[in-house]
């Protein structure tokens, strides 16, 4: 999608989204807060502590956090997965480039060989709040040959998960995605339609990593809820290149405050939208010159006697 078209909002998600992802690699890097189980050390701050001390901040911080989530996806809807979930934007970063790659016509290896790369920084990632990664470079300890087999497994899986399970796990399968669905309430922030300026391009059914048609999440029907909706705003983007093609505002809006839309007015407007996109379709079809076929008399034969 051209970056002319990127929503605001778009970009302020990837500037929160790099920020979590350098957090969760900077944080035990640095040994603010460390685990190290072989070694029998926990670190805070930088320096060796009492292994109660280190694992009572780890788990206020966490308390801390889920507390937070509880109440922003209660209020406004499912930021977590959308906007704080590491394995999400990796999910869409990678769906991304295949898209890029398809559209480019770029060598297919590209996608398998970056999403190796996500699974192993993944799994880094991961791995490194509760292990000192040096074990991997060093052959003659004696936990080298376990540790890195649980390593390499461990990328296996996170390349499975990111290459063949996909965005259906988002959609389908994440817990943590059904429990955030069930507790969003409020959907304080949610995005609105308004039918009158819609190409009906279907572009951003397309770009939605949820399978979401994002016109009709106010009628909350079953393929299309807020429940579902993790406000990451991609449809915002795929709408705002269709809409340069029409005057007036842009369909697919992001708005704050509770939802007032017709439920009734959206879906007949969209149906609206669609059949004045087919009548203008057949009507074009009907004004195009048709080829009409001429037969040319056949030359007679004349004898010569």
């Known amino acids: 999608m051209a970056r002319k078209f990127r929503s605001p909002i778009v970009s302020a998600r990837y500037v929160v989204n790099t920020f979590i992802i350098l957090a969760l690699f900077a944080i035990p890097s640095v040994q603010l807060i460390k685990f190290d189980i072989l070694g029998g050390k926990t670190y805070l701050l930088g320096a060796e502590e009492n292994w109660l001390t280190v694992l009572t901040v780890f788990l206020s911080l966490w308390a801390g956090t889920y507390v937070f989530i509880l109440i922003s996806d209660y209020l406004f809807g499912r930021l977590f997965c959308g906007w704080l979930c590491s394995w999400g934007s990796l ?111 279907d572009v951003c059914v397309r770009d939605c990593p949820m399978a979401l048609d994002p016109r009709l999440l106010v009628t909350g029907q079953e393929n299309a809820s807020f429940s579902q909706c993790i406000l990451c705003a991609d449809c915002l983007t795929a709408c705002n290149k269709c809409a340069a093609k029409v005057e007036g505002e842009t369909p697919l809006t992001i708005k704050l405050g509770n939802p007032t839309a017709d439920v009734d007015g959206v879906v007949q407007g969209l149906e609206d939208r669609r059949a004045h996109k087919a009548a203008k379709r057949n009507a074009k079809r009907t004004a195009s010159p048709t080829l009409v076929q001429v037969s040319m008399p056949e030359h007679e034969s004349i004898e010569h006697s």
Request: hydrophobic share 50%.
């Open 91 to 201: 999910l869409r970063t990678l769906r991304y480039l295949d898209d890029r790659v398809k559209r480019k016509k770029l060598p297919r290896m590209l996608v398998p060989l970056a999403t190796f790369g996500a699974a192993l920084i993944a799994t880094l990632g991961l791995v490194n709040w509760f292990f000192d990664l040096s074990i991997l470079f060093q052959p003659a300890e004696a936990a080298f040959i376990p540790f890195t087999t649980s390593f390499l497994v461990t990328v296996g899986i996170g390349y499975v998960m990111l290459y063949k399970v996909g965005l259906t796990f988002c959609q389908k399968y994440c817990p943590i995605g059904w429990y955030l669905g069930t507790l969003s309430q409020k959907n304080l922030l949610h995005i609105d339609f308004q039918a009158v300026t819609c190409t009906v391009g």
